[in-house]
């Protein structure tokens, strides 16, 4: 693992940050949570590497709000400068 940001997959639509933050909390301290769009996928920021490896170890497949979580390391974000696509 590289970093202390994971990110999760399947969540709920009636999942809230809060209720995230609280699940992730048992395996360490959260320092940001972001939910993109309706619920589809979201981010955790965890405040230390191991607490963010056992937190993907614990919850990967976790059944929340009856979807199974799918918890994996972020992959940082590749952005294009410079070329724009529009000609």
């Not at 709920?12 to 993109?36: C, H, K, P």
């Not at 056992?54 to 952005?79: C, I, R």
Request: aromatic share 10%.
């Amino acid at each position: 693992m590289t970093g202390t940001k994971l990110y999760i997959g399947n969540i709920g639509s009636s999942a809230s940050r809060q209720q995230l933050r609280e699940l992730f909390a048992g395996y360490g301290e959260v320092l940001d949570v972001t939910i993109i769009g309706r619920n589809a996928f979201g981010f955790i920021e965890m405040g230390e590497q191991t607490e963010a490896e056992a937190a993907k170890t614990a919850l990967n497949g976790y059944s929340l709000e009856g979807k199974d979580l799918v918890v994996n390391d972020a992959k940082p974000t590749a952005y294009n400068r410079g070329r724009n696509y529009r000609r």
